[in-house]
């Protein structure tokens, strides 16, 4: 069989479950999602064997540390995606909610219904533990899914997909419903994006060169975002300490993570005061900074910043920082560099918070926050599959909602229109 065949099979068989699954039960795909946990719990030891297998092959592929960190299944991660199943299947189910149900002039009563997209494509990178994630969001959203993790989890992924197909057909569902690609060949990614008769959104997980990939070549809408160029700006008159503790956290909370701090923006009023506070507690955490003219006239120790250096996400434990004039400077800045992703305010003034709510175009928006809340957990949503960037259908962390839509529902008494 070609590729294209298997992926067309896949297709198929994925569209046919997907209707199973959207008029499942509530009650279903919970019980589905914790019988692919007792699954997974009861195949610890096939997990490890498979794990152990990638983690060989990464390694005689000269995979870094932090590649093969990212792809090891340990106790405590395999621990962590049955809680993280127990954690969907406990989560409010939106589907077949009304909402917003008014009455029209002629009677009718018109309101609006969450109903699953159909079938997701996800397409990821290393971590294993991903496949489980992003299986059980869809499922409780009453989705089917095609996911398709990297070529050095492939061993690790099969092993999943036995307990994913297990806990399905246990729950009564079909297991199809979640199908994990069995091939590391790269045409089958071109083959997923590129099904719309069978695939109805993608949602790509990973660096930057795929999401560009699949954002250039897809024929079937994309839930993404590019890069992670957060800002947090220190307005005159903020609380320094407030600053200084957001600054930092935002930034060494961890380094490697879309919702970092990449620039950090200070208003010259607060420069001279705040930089050397700043710059110690950096340098005290193992941060580079790369400044302006302006910051290296105050700390002329730091490296200078080019004009790249504004649109870097760095993803490690390097931090530009500029000085601006105001409020007005700093929401340029951001219009200019910035990548629609999250961006903080550090402030007293209510006024200006407003404004920087308002005229910051990112999907979160802060004010005296650390951009680290930018997350489906921290946001209430219980989890995330990704976050967008995108304005339409879904903004920022996209949890259950994000993996629904809606349609107008309209109930009559045996209204005619006149």
């Known amino acids: 069989m070609s590729i294209e065949q298997y992926m067309q099979e896949l297709g198929r068989n994925a569209r046919a479950a997907a209707r199973q699954v959207a008029a499942s039960s509530t009650a279903a795909r919970n019980n589905a999602l914790l019988a692919v946990r007792d699954a997974l719990d009861g195949d610890r030891a096939a997990l490890a064997d498979a794990n152990a297998g990638d983690l060989a092959r990464g390694r005689e592929q000269g995979l870094d540390a932090a590649l093969l960190d990212r792809l090891e299944l340990t106790p405590a991660r395999i621990d962590a995606m049955l809680e993280g199943l127990r954690q969907v299947a406990g989560l409010p189910d939106p589907v077949g909610s009304i909402s917003e149900v008014n009455t029209m002039p002629s009677g009718i009563r018109v309101g609006q219904m969450r109903v699953p997209l159909g079938v997701v494509g996800i397409i990821y990178e290393s971590r294993p533990n991903v496949t489980v994630e992003a299986a059980s969001l869809c499922l409780k959203a009453g989705n089917a899914t095609i996911l398709r993790g990297g070529s050095e989890s492939l061993a690790s992924n099969q092993a999943i997909a036995s307990c994913l197909g297990a806990g399905l057909a246990a729950a009564g569902l079909p297991a199809t419903a979640v199908q994990v690609v069995a091939t590391a060949d ?145 929401i340029d800045h951001i219009s200019c560099y910035g990548s629609h992703h999250t961006d903080s305010i550090v402030t007293r003034d209510h006024g200006r918070a407003m404004r920087f709510l308002r005229e910051v175009d990112s999907s979160s928006v802060m004010v005296n926050a650390s951009t680290r809340f930018a997350d489906g957990f921290e946001y209430g949503l219980g989890a995330e599959i990704g976050i967008s960037t995108d304005k339409l259908h879904a903004r920022g962390p996209v949890g259950l909602e994000g993996l629904t839509s809606r349609k107008y529902v309209v109930f009559g008494e045996g209204q005619v229109r006149r």
């Open 186 to 330: 790269r045409a089958a990614v071109g083959q997923l994006i590129t099904m719309p008769e069978y695939v109805d959104v993608i949602v790509p997980r990973g660096g930057k060169g795929l999401i560009e990939r699949i954002s250039r070549e897809a024929r079937v809408p994309v839930i993404k975002h590019l890069d992670g160029v957060c800002h947090v700006y220190i307005d005159a008159g903020a609380d320094h300490q407030m600053a200084l503790d957001i600054a930092l956290n935002a930034k060494t909370h961890r380094c490697g993570t879309c919702n970092t701090m990449e620039t950090l923006l200070v208003a010259a009023a607060e420069a001279e005061a705040l930089l050397p506070a700043l710059a110690q507690a950096y340098a005290a955490a193992g941060v580079e900074l790369r400044g302006c003219e302006r910051s290296l006239a105050l700390l002329p120790e730091i490296t200078p910043a080019t004009e790249q250096d504004w649109y870097e996400e760095y993803l490690a434990p390097v931090l530009a920082l500029r000085v601006v004039a105001d409020l007005d400077a700093a």
